[in-house]
């Protein structure tokens, strides 16, 4: 039997958090279902509609996710690995769990600005058979199923280190002010130490900003 697959992540951006890489994939069989189901990409649906859809695709669809914390994302931007190499390797990493004896068709929502640049990355980590395209969480389905897989995934774990460490910090964005408040309290940092990516420019500002207020 033939299915199709999709890849994208939710929390490249953000400086709080962790990066949860996504693949979805169904059989082939299944795609007229897939489409009734998931119409939209995460981000397109409220977090309730998320919950539901994502009940509604287990039905057929398999998931599988990794999660990339801010202190793991931090440590390899020392070793000199980039965004996107991060992101590449863990993409690769999840088409390998496949199942090897059923052929595929995998799409990927493109994380760097060019096609044949992404391709290279991932032929460096042994994924050579997939196609890539910006948008492709708005314009395929199975890439929208694994957008709402992660976000969903990325929102619970911010949760859950909000519940531990007490810290509000919002949606972890630097365009959010709750977030960036959070990032200039020195007592709510060390209570979310581990889950900041001091890598990010944003840190480097805030830390320039300290310098020249005191």
Same mark, same amino acid.
């Given at each position: 039997m033939a299915f199709i697959a999709g890849i994208d992540e939710a929390g490249r951006g953000p400086v709080l958090g962790p990066l949860v890489i996504c693949i979805a994939y169904c059989d082939r069989s299944d795609e007229r279902q897939l489409k009734r189901v998931?119409?939209?990409?995460?981000?397109?649906?409220?977090?309730?509609?998320?919950?539901e859809t994502y009940a509604a695709l287990k039905g057929f669809c398999h998931f599988k996710l990794i999660e990339i914390g801010a202190d793991e994302i931090d440590k390899r931007r020392a070793n000199n690995e980039s965004l996107n190499d991060i992101e590449a390797k863990g993409m690769a990493g999840l088409v390998k769990h496949l199942p090897s004896n059923q052929s595929a068709d995998i799409m990927i929502d493109l994380p760097d600005r060019y096609e044949w640049i992404f391709r290279k990355r991932m032929e460096k980590f042994g994924v050579k058979k997939f196609e890539a395209q910006h948008k492709a969480d708005e314009n395929y389905s199975?890439?929208?199923?694994?957008?709402?897989?992660?976000?969903?995934?990325?929102?619970?774990?911010?949760?859950?280190?909000?519940?531990?460490?007490?810290?509000?910090?919002?949606?972890?964005? @630097?365009?959010? @002010?709750?977030?960036r408040a959070v990032l200039l309290d020195k007592g709510a940092l060390a209570k979310l130490r581990g889950h900041v990516r001091t890598s990010w420019e944003?840190?480097?500002?805030?830390?320039?900003?300290?310098?020249?207020?005191d």
């Open positions: 998931c119409k939209k990409d995460s981000k397109q649906l409220t977090a309730a509609k998320r919950a199975i890439v929208a199923a694994a957008s709402i897989a992660a976000k969903l995934r990325r929102d619970a774990i911010v949760e859950e280190i909000k519940s531990k460490t007490g810290v509000d910090f919002g949606s972890g964005y @630097p365009s959010d @002010p709750k977030t944003t840190m480097e500002t805030i830390k320039q900003r300290k310098l020249f207020e």
